[in-house]
Structure formats: C-alpha cells, structure tokens
C-alpha cells in the first residue's frame, strides 16, 4: 500500500507543507500526467470503456479480501449524488465485493453497486448528471461517461485531470492538462457529454488553467482553483476565482496563501438558503483550521461548515446535512466511509462501507 494511504495525523504540519509546495509547483508546469499524445491514449483505449455493468451488486470478478495493518485506508468518498440519496466511493484494493474500482451505495448502505474497476488512485474526479441518471468520472486522465443502468461507459475526451456537469445537463467543463498539443488543447474547455467536442474558455484570449473546474448552479460561470503568481509575499499562492463563460471576465471570490492544502469545489444548494460552493482544507502551516468551508456568493463570505480536523476525503452532501468522510472501523482500524451530521449534533458517526478481513 503506498504511504500516503495513512491515516492523516493532526499537527503533520511539514506533510502538508510539502503536499502544497508541490501542487503550487505542479501547477506552474503541467497539471496531470500529459505524457502521452492524444491519439495514443486513443489508440491504446479504444472509443469505448467495457465496464462490469453498472448497478450489478456484486461483480463476478469478486476476489478475497487481504489483511491489511491497522490504519490503511481501503474505501474514499468520491461524490455525493445530487439528491443525496447515494454515494460514490473508491475502493483501493481488491475485496469481497469485487475489484478495487468505483462503486455507489444507497446513504443507507442498503444497497451496493460495482461501476467500474480502477486503482488507488483511479477513477478521480467523479460527478453526478444534474438528473442523477448519468455518471462521469476521470480514469488515467481519460474523461468518461455512463448512463446508469447501461453496460458501457465511454470515452469523450483525453488528457483530463477535471471535470463537472453543466446545469442542463448535455454539457461538461473540463480542464485539460498543460502543455497539450492539437486542436483541443489544454486549459478549461466546455464540451458535449455525447462527442466530447467543444470550445475553449478564454479570458482576453488567452487559456483558462486551473484545478477543481466546477460549473455554477446558475449555469453561467465556472469557478476553479488557480495558482497565483507574483514578485511580492503576498502575491503567490491559490485563488478561487469565477469565470463568466460568454465572456471570460474573471473575479477572485477567495484567496489563501501557498502552504494551504485546499481540494474538492463543489456546489451545494439547501432549501431556504441557496447555492453555495464549498471546499476542503487540510490544513497547513498558515493556520487555517482542517474541515470544509462554504462560501455565499451574495453575502460574500466565508464560514466553516464542517471541522475535520484529522481526516481527509471528506465530501459535504448536496442537500442534506451530512458529511461523508474518512473514519477507521473500530474492530482493526480499517480506513472507510462514514456519515457524520454536519453541526456534530452529539449523534455517533454511521459507518457506511465495511471492509472484512
């Protein structure tokens, strides 16, 4: 098991400072593993991604589970469906319910299904249609998409290290890895969630680069990550900023210093008090407190909505208050998803996924 699938400790300060260092510098070269050529990556994977069927319980490649020490994480929450109801998942190694790969369950746990097979780190990047009837997800840095129920995914675009369905739900925003060649070429583009074909977004002409690209519930910006740049203390580290798509004016809606380790925009829009986009901090040596935040895009401003000090990969639900997050089971330590209320109601955390040694 690679050494980064480790329970995250609380005052791992230098950890995290590399971490970001090194997506600060990343950023500044090349997003993603842009080793390859488009029409290579095409040749070698072909139109089409042969899945097991999606919504089967169990795969019939199921395959025993290992023994793994104390503290390895097994399972990541990936993605809360738009209704809430359901929850993506990685499953990192091969298991009783099958291969390692992707795999939604009902909040409940009722309920398990095997999408696709994958790797530690693959699939990424995974999102619910507005409609909850198709999933796309990221897999090697190939974009695909699936209807859920149908046997195939297939692949619409390559070179993708992220992505997010429009709000009518026939288009995505991609970001595309830096120093990609061709025709389609790299920065943050909107395309077909048939063809993968689309245009480029541009800002005073020039490409859009950035991490965590996310459509806005109004259907008229995206918002993303960005790297910042600049001569003087204050001028390098990461903005949130928005993107109006008809004409590329950009706003900064929130800025942190190089060291914070932010991950995973994502919009949420509760009943009674309208959208707001969210993210995840780890923390760093800035100061800034582990959990997610939501920022008000009327009142512009920033609040902690969940305190997660000594976990990662935790997701905030869409409509409900609940968190879907990192925690050990208690048996033997095993890293799975739980359930917790977002506002720490003193009810205990549900433990949604299991792995069985």
């Known amino acids: 098991m690679a050494p980064w699938l480790r329970k995250i400790r609380r005052g791992d300060k230098l950890r995290r400072y590399i971490i970001s260092a090194s997506r600060l510098a990343c950023a500044a070269v090349a997003i993603g593993s842009a080793l390859v050529s488009c029409g290579r990556v095409q040749e070698a994977i072909g139109p089409k991604h042969s899945v097991a069927r999606l919504g089967v319980s169990k795969p019939s490649s199921a395959t025993a589970t290992q023994h793994l020490p104390p503290f390895t994480i097994v399972d990541v929450a990936r993605a809360w469906s738009r209704s809430s109801k359901l929850v993506a998942f990685s499953r990192v190694v091969p298991s009783s319910l099958g291969p390692a790969g992707l795999y939604l369950i009902n909040r409940n746990g009722a309920k398990l299904s095997f999408i696709t097979a994958g790797s530690t780190f693959w699939p990424a990047e995974v999102s619910f249609s ?3 009837d198709k999933l796309a997800w990221v897999d090697r840095h190939v974009l695909y998409v ?6 195939n995914a297939r692949a619409i675009a390559y070179l993708v290290q992220a992505e997010d369905w429009a709000p009518e739900g026939d288009s995505l ?3 595309r890895s830096y120093n990609y060649p061709g025709p389609d070429s790299s920065g943050v583009w909107i395309v077909s969630s048939r063809t993968g074909t689309g245009r480029a977004l541009l800002a005073g002409g020039a490409p859009v680069h950035g991490l965590y690209v996310r ?8 918002v993303l990550l960005e790297a910042r740049f600049g001569s003087g203390p204050l001028s390098v580290g990461w903005d949130i900023a928005q993107y109006d798509v008809r004409t590329g004016t950009r706003e900064t809606l929130v800025s942190y210093p190089p060291d914070e380790d932010i991950r995973d925009l994502t919009w949420i829009n509760r009943p009674g008090e309208g959208p707001r986009l969210t993210w995840s901090i780890i923390g760093g040596p800035s100061g800034t407190r ?3 935040y939501s920022y008000d895009p009327v009142a512009k401003t920033v609040t902690l909505a969940y305190g997660n000090d000594d976990f990662d990969w935790a997701r905030l639900s869409p409509t409900q208050r609940a968190v879907a997050h990192l925690g050990f089971q208690a048996a033997d330590s095993i890293g799975v998803v739980f359930i917790a209320k977002e506002h720490r109601s003193g009810e205990p955390d549900k433990q949604l996924t299991q ?3």
């Open 215 to 222: 459509w806005s519930p109004d259907g008229l910006h995206v």
């Open 146 to 151: 699936a209807v859920l129920g149908a046997p």
């Open 355 to 357: 792995y069985t040694q």
């Open 290 to 292: 582990g959990g997610i």
């Open 173 to 175: 925003v991609i970001a």
């Open 130 to 132: 507005p409609m909850d």
